[in-house]
């Protein structure tokens, strides 16, 4: 009876060609020169497609379509500069938006849109993940990219049932995965406004004050005080 094993394929150096390679269900995958990031990206993705589809590869669409993941996130990030904006400004949406598609882009860039699917998705949440970041800010981003592809339907850029697909992936749940949990955000304490409000300018002590009295965010006083 042949010995059962888990392991990971090996990310390995093919000699005649210098390029990276792992061979997955019998089939050599080339992943650019070997010891390079975007070599390891491709390996990290395809391996990672291949493990969360049940050790196995991934069923790819037939049908050849024309618009990349990369034409995707490009068009939405412009439409993005200028949909998050308030008062005039940029909101703080677009520095999480600009974080979310970059994991997208570093394993997708050149996937056509009909071959992202849920695994896509799930093997992204995975990076989140391995990079360290908190469980609620992966269920963010993980949002942020769905709702990408949602406009991109609308735009006739993403087939409808590709987007229903990604909609699947459910988000982490406390106590079910690797990703860490953020403490509770608690109110600064008295003494320390007291003594801020001490050294601050004037008209910064003015907003301090407000903002307790009223509770109120930084981005919710009334123009004439943030000037």
């Known amino acids: 009876m042949p010995r059962l094993t888990r392991s990971v394929p090996k990310y390995r150096k093919h000699k005649a060609s210098g390029q990276a390679i792992v061979t997955l269900d019998g089939h050599d995958f080339y992943l ?9 990206n491709e390996y990290d993705r395809l391996v990672g497609e291949w493990q969360a589809n049940g050790r196995r590869l991934p069923t790819k669409s037939e049908e050849q379509p024309s618009t990349t993941v990369a ?3 490009i068009a939405y990030w412009e439409f993005s500069q200028g949909y998050y904006v308030k008062d005039g400004r940029k909101t703080d949406e677009l520095p999480g ?6 994991f997208v882009r570093q394993s997708y860039e050149d996937t056509f849109i009909t071959d992202f699917g849920p695994l896509c998705l799930e093997t ?15 269920n963010k981003n993980i949002g942020r990219i769905k709702r990408c592809f949602k406009w991109g339907v609308s735009k006739e850029l993403v087939p409808v049932q590709v987007y229903q697909a990604i909609a699947t992936v459910s988000g982490l749940r406390r106590g079910k995965t ?9 109110p600064v304490d008295e003494a320390t406004i007291e003594a801020t409000i001490e050294v601050v300018p004037k008209v910064v002590a003015d907003m301090i004050r407000f903002q307790r009295l009223t509770g109120c965010r930084p981005g919710e006083l009334p123009v004439e005080n943030r000037r």
């Open 32 to 40: 650019s020169t070997h010891g390079t990031e975007a070599s390891l």
């Open 71 to 73: 034409q995707l996130l």
């Open 97 to 102: 938006l600009k974080i979310a598609l970059r």
């Open 124 to 138: 992204i949440q995975q990076r989140m993940v391995q990079s360290g970041h908190s469980r609620k800010y992966i």
């Open 178 to 186: 690797e990703a860490r949990e953020t403490g509770p955000i608690l």
